[in-house]
């Protein structure tokens, strides 16, 4: 069992950004819909203000900098990952479609069975 503590946003000061945050994007969510008259652009363009500007009050927040920390190591770690070449990439997937199509015939062929077994030998319905 996981030994991790969860941790919850305790300061104030931290649950009024996030959510200011949240009404920030709740917004520019509105104001999209509202713009109903007014060429895409311009709902679009007010749709991502809002969630660029509530992106940046959350990032002040001591979750917005665990969660922007998080994100940086994540991105590290998938730089420090040795990807497969392209013709082992290629290689793999025909194994892995070789399979499928490998099981499908034995279910299709284990349903035939059974059906032949169940309703030709036990039920005789022909």
Do not use: C
């Not at 999209?32 to 500007?53: D, H």
């Not at 990032?59 to 770690?77: C, H, I, K, V």
């Not at 990807?83 to 082992?88: A, G, I, L």
């Amino acid at each position: 069992m996981s030994q991790q503590n969860i941790e919850t946003v305790s300061h104030a000061a931290d649950r009024v950004k996030l959510g200011l945050a949240v009404l920030v994007l709740l917004a520019g969510i509105v104001a999209y819909s509202v713009l109903v008259e007014e060429p895409t652009w311009v709902r679009v363009g007010a749709f991502i203000v809002g969630l660029i500007l509530a992106a940046l009050i959350a990032a002040f927040s001591e979750t917005g900098r665990r969660t922007l920390a998080f994100g940086r190591e994540a991105y590290n770690e998938t730089r420090r990952v040795i990807w497969p070449s392209r013709n082992e990439a290629t290689r793999m997937t025909a194994i892995v479609f070789a399979f499928v199509v490998a099981m499908g015939l034995l279910l299709w062929l284990a349903d035939k069975l059974l059906g032949w077994v169940i309703y030709g030998l036990l039920l005789g319905w022909n």
